[in-house]
């Protein structure tokens, strides 16, 4: 097969009310067996231009298309989605709101029952799937049992039976904990070097990824699209993982793309940065606990022996975990590990069985509302449980998984008033706090046309408006894409800076190694690994960030910290390649 | 099936008797065999539904009710409107009446709710005829939209809480409400996305004069169906118009749906089996609304609670035979997840 299976020839899509389009000039060819990953900043089109590849772009969203794309010698423009169903195969974000039945084997065979496969034929094909996936043992298991990582293959499962040529996935592992994301990927690659199936794929989190690509499209902000090989494009790319951006920082040429390249390239880096650079960064880490040994001051939030049980399962069991003053601690752990029922339990609103939880009052408790808190002072503590909403969240914040439920007004200056009113605040307070993480949101905006990163954004400055000393975030990065993380993680730093705790759940390892001073892993609602982010991230194969990788036994988590470790020293060691 | 003849019985009586038999026959077979989806736990709350409505019956009795019988329990104070009076004495005969009133329609309740604990909707869809897989889809998914519906309401209530709200009052719902909209809409999309472009709804073209035959066919059918059920649960109707209609009818739907079932190109994964078990499953179901329905004939007062005087209602064998006939599947039904019972 000679002719490119995708083919985008100067495509532009503009959806109707936006004022400029979507996609701009967009020509992509990806080739019969390829792996390609579509780069882009949040809202810059990527979704845009893989739904343009089956046709749901302009077909099912609306929106006017210029240009033409083809997929296998098939036009979109004649051919609707569902007429490419054979040839294209479409997985999302969320698996499980895209499942039309109950039960595997049910879902894999739906796409064949819609084409009108004979049965024989459909269970051969349901059976080949089933083993190529590795999936034979979950036939029979209801959708909604299963983890985030086996619904997601179970989604591609569900698609591939129809055999198509093409496979095209939205960020299918934005949702998964890292082994989750691991078994998807490795059935990506599996599926394109094996059956030579052209893949196309968004992500965010490109260190999963970029590794396996054959070609890479990056969407621009203007929605003008380059694409070309992974090594030529993530020389200039403004997103990148951090082990190129440790490449790019070291002059290594070409530039490594994965762990183990970046590894033979480090070796005279390795050597310059020594044991001994170990403790420069350790103390940075560390530093609120080492430097502060004598005094410790008390706690903002402390849980002993919480206990949450959802029916017969035991979410968590027993956790002891306290914040102290200007820490930032990341909650690592699987999916189901017990990460939210913790963090609701310990925000007071969720369930909780067993155990205590104490939370100190925030600047605006024990000045302005300080009746309503007993016995006013610093130091007064209460139970967050026993406390109203409203005096609730002066002690501790909580930003929850879908931040978005928490907007309801049509405009981002109505939210940011009603804002200020529920906290009892000094009207423009929440603004304020908008403007510092994300300046310049139009106040006329409504929330949900905001990119994810400034709906974030807002959500944050509505819980900071009543002034928590502790704030608590539950998997706060998804969909978030480098830029946007690294504000969050400035964002998060600050606050601890100014005196408040903060503890972050959540998968993404290159932001806790970035973020956390101390992580705590969870498994089976237990405590697992509580320490030290250097400790903690370094001793873990799986929880280990790409910079601790490439640098090991040295213990360095990212490559601002090998900065601070090696100041001006990265011309020499790149040169001495 | 099973349930529409359960139903079927409860409708026909107002014995207390019978319909709590009734309830607890189909409390029975769900507990027996109901799976583990969302919708099998659904139960308990249909239950409670129906204890509900009973309550309301006589909340509403005691409010605005036609106050009858010589047993005076105790009087309210009565404010005399004209044409109705609210509140007023009451008397145990006209509370009982109200009651039973509730109860009959708590079990109608309860046997649907065993339906639908029983009968997975995406499976029902297998059943359905071809030309009816469109919107039978339709019907599926939003049924399924229920209770992802009152997971997001949970969901944004938490929220709302967060954001200092006690989270109830009748201000709140505007806030609650939006959110769960907008989520709701966003799902139903990523679904419809999602189908489309795995091939759902692709058929060829038809032929006009196809289409109209089979809408002819398929509405003579319905409303020929509709007035047939109207003659045989209605016990004053002409005994023309119940049975013989009702099989027309039927018979003109299935024919409309396999003319327009023609041209649809779908095949079925591992087609349900229709076996022993299941014929055992719908027969018990239509055994037990036959049965009550001749027994009701026989014996029209055994039927109704005795209120004038007020009497111990009695209980009428046959219908008692029937009803625990219905508890069959409860030992007849293949084990979950094989299912056998259907609506």
Not at chain 1, 267 to 272: C, G, M, P
Not at chain 1, 362 to 373: L, M, R, V
Not at chain 2, 295 to 309: G, I, M, S, Y
Request: aromatic residues 2%.
């Amino acid at each position: 097969m000679s002719a490119p299976v995708v083919v985008l020839d100067r495509v532009s899509v503009r959806y109707a009310g936006s004022p400029r389009p979507t996609l701009r000039d967009a020509s992509v060819v990806v080739e019969e067996g390829e792996l390609a990953v579509v780069v882009g900043r949040t809202g810059a089109g990527k979704s845009t231009l893989l739904g343009a590849v089956n046709g749901t772009v302009p077909h099912f969203t609306g929106g006017h298309l210029s240009g033409r794309v083809t997929v296998a010698g098939l036009d979109t423009r004649t051919h609707r989605p569902r007429d490419l169903a054979g040839v294209v195969g479409v997985v999302s974000q969320d698996p499980l709101a895209g499942f039309v039945t109950d039960t595997v084997e049910e879902e894999l065979a739906y796409t064949l029952e819609q084409l009108g496969v004979e049965p024989s034929a459909m269970r051969r094909r349901v059976e080949e799937v089933l083993d190529v996936l590795g999936i034979a043992d979950l036939r029979d298991a209801p959708l909604h049992d299963l983890s985030g990582g086996q619904q997601q293959r179970v989604a591609i499962g569900s698609v591939l039976t129809a055999n198509p040529r093409v496979l095209v996935l939205d960020e299918p592992t934005s949702a998964l904990d890292p082994t989750g994301a691991e078994e998807v990927l490795a059935t990506l690659s599996r599926l394109v070097h094996d059956l030579g199936l052209t893949v196309l794929v968004s992500e965010h989190r490109l260190e999963r990824i970029v590794g396996l690509a054959d070609r890479l499209v990056l969407v621009a902000e203007d929605g003008t699209v380059s694409h070309g090989a992974p090594s030529d494009l993530m020389a200039q790319s403004p997103l990148a993982p951090p082990v190129v951006h440790l490449g790019r920082w070291a002059g290594w040429q070409p530039l490594p793309l994965t762990v183990r390249d970046a590894r033979r390239a480090a070796r005279d880096l390795r050597a310059a940065l020594g044991p001994s650079t170990e403790q420069v960064v350790a103390a940075h880490h560390a530093a609120p606990q080492d430097t502060s040994p004598a005094s410790v001051p008390a706690p903002l939030l402390a849980g002993t022996a919480v206990e949450v049980h959802h029916g017969d399962l035991v979410a968590v069991d027993g956790v002891d975990l306290s914040l102290a003053p200007g820490e930032v601690v990341a909650l690592m752990g699987r999916n189901g590990s017990g990460k939210s029922s913790l963090l609701w339990a310990l925000h007071g609103s969720g369930h909780r069985h067993g155990g205590d939880v104490t939370v100190a009052a925030g600047p605006a408790a024990t000045t302005g509302a300080a009746a309503s808190a007993p016995g006013a002072g610093g130091a007064s503590t209460v139970d967050p449980a026993r406390v109203s909403p409203g005096v609730r969240r002066r002690h501790v914040g909580l930003v929850p998984q879908s931040a978005a439920d928490l907007l309801y007004l049509p405009s981002v200056d109505d939210e940011c008033h009603q804002a200020d009113t529920e906290a009892g605040a000094a009207p423009g307070t929440a603004r304020e706090h908008l403007d510092r993480l994300a300046p310049g949101i139009d106040g006329a905006a409504h929330p949900r046309d905001l990119s994810e990163g400034q709906r974030l954004a807002l959500v944050v400055a509505i819980q900071l408006t009543a002034a928590p000393a502790t704030l608590l975030l539950d998997e706060p990065t998804r969909g978030l894409d480098y830029p946007a993380k690294a504000a969050l993680s400035s964002l998060l730093r600050d606050l601890a800076a100014a005196g408040g705790a903060v503890l972050v759940a959540t998968h993404d390892v290159e932001f806790a190694a970035g973020v956390a001073d101390r992580v705590v892993v969870l498994a089976r609602g237990r405590v697992v690994a509580d320490g030290p982010a250097v400790d903690v991230l370094c001793d873990s194969p799986a929880f280990a960030p790409q910079v601790a990788k490439v640098l090991a036994p040295t213990r360095l988590l990212t490559v601002d910290d090998v900065r601070r470790a090696l100041p001006g020293v990265p011309v020499t060691v790149g040169g001495a390649r | 099936m099973w349930a529409i003849g359960l139903a079927v019985a409860c409708s026909r009586t107002t014995n207390p008797l019978l319909l709590l038999l009734a309830v607890s026959v189909a409390a029975l077979v769900v507990a027996a065999r109901r799976g583990s989806s969302p919708w099998a736990r659904a139960f308990r709350l249909y239950l409670v539904l129906g204890a509900s409505i009973v309550v309301l019956r006589v909340l509403l009795h005691l409010l605005v009710g036609f106050k009858f019988g010589q047993t005076r329990l105790y009087t309210l104070p009565s404010i005399d409107l004209p044409g109705i009076t609210i509140l007023g004495p009451v008397y145990l005969e006209g509370v009982l009446a109200a009651a039973v009133e509730g109860l009959r329609l708590a079990s109608l309740i309860a046997c649907i709710g065993a339906a639908n604990a029983l009968a997975n909707p995406k499976r029902l869809l297998r059943a359905m005829p071809s030309a009816l897989h469109e919107i039978g889809t339709a019907v599926v998914i939003s049924v399924t939209v229920a209770p992802q519906l009152a997971e997001s309401v949970q969901r944004v209530r938490r929220a709302r809480v967060l954001r200092g709200e006690g989270g109830s009052g009748l201000r709140s719902v505007g806030r609650v409400a939006l959110p769960v909209l907008q989520d709701t809409l966003d799902r139903s999309l990523l679904l419809a996305s999602a189908m489309d472009s795995r091939g759902y709804g692709r058929r060829p073209e038809q032929s006009p004069r196809v289409r109209h035959l089979t809408g002819a066919l398929t509405l003579t059918g319905l409303l020929g169906a509709a007035v047939g059920t109207y003659g045989v649960l209605d016990a004053t109707a002409p005994a023309a118009v119940g049975l013989p209609m009702l099989v027309a009818g039927l018979l003109l739907c299935v024919a409309g749906l396999r003319v327009g079932g023609r041209a649809v190109q779908r095949t079925a994964y591992r087609p349900d089996p229709w076996a022993t078990p299941e014929w055992l499953v719908a027969g018990s179901g239509v055994a037990a609304a036959v049965l009550v329905v001749v027994a009701a004939r026989a014996d029209p007062t055994a039927f109704v609670l005795p209120l004038e005087p007020l009497a111990p209602p009695a209980l009428p064998l046959l219908a008692v035979v029937g009803l625990l006939l219905a508890a069959v599947p409860a030992f007849a039904a293949p084990e979950p997840p094989r299912r056998g019972s259907r609506t």
